[in-house]
Nanobody, 119 residues
């Protein structure tokens, strides 16, 4: 059974940091790119960053450059999204998706984890 499970979300103050995890199982994780998305209430889903199977990453959103980074641990089948200098406008449900290569379109999706940035 294919699963992508996000964790690490929660409530954080502006300027704070969070690390999200995307844990995968049931497919050949190390051959897939993983992309992080987010969707805020009333807004369209936004692609953020993607990391390829060999560790190259691509930003899809200028709003997170310099603040968010992505990494993967193939031994654990986990991709991380490290977020710092969080802003209220970063509040959203964050989801991960597995793609054959970055930009291909997702084969598998996680359900998402809520991140709320508020004082």
């Amino acid at each position: 059974q294919v699963q992508l499970v996000e964790s690490g979300g929660g409530l954080v103050q502006p300027g704070g940091s969070l690390r999200l995890s995307c844990a995968a199982s049931g497919f050949a994780f190390d051959t897939y790119a993983i992309r992080w998305f987010r969707q805020a209430p009333g807004k369209e889903r936004e692609g953020l960053l993607c990391i390829s199977a060999i560790g190259f990453f691509t930003y899809y959103s200028d709003s997170v450059k310099g603040r968010f980074t992505i990494s993967r641990d193939d031994a654990k089948n986990i991709v991380y999204l490290q977020m710092k200098s969080l802003k209220p406008e970063d509040t959203a449900v964050y989801s991960c998706a597995a793609e054959p290569t970055c930009g291909d379109g997702a084969d598998y999706w996680g359900a998402g984890t809520q991140v709320t940035v508020s004082s």
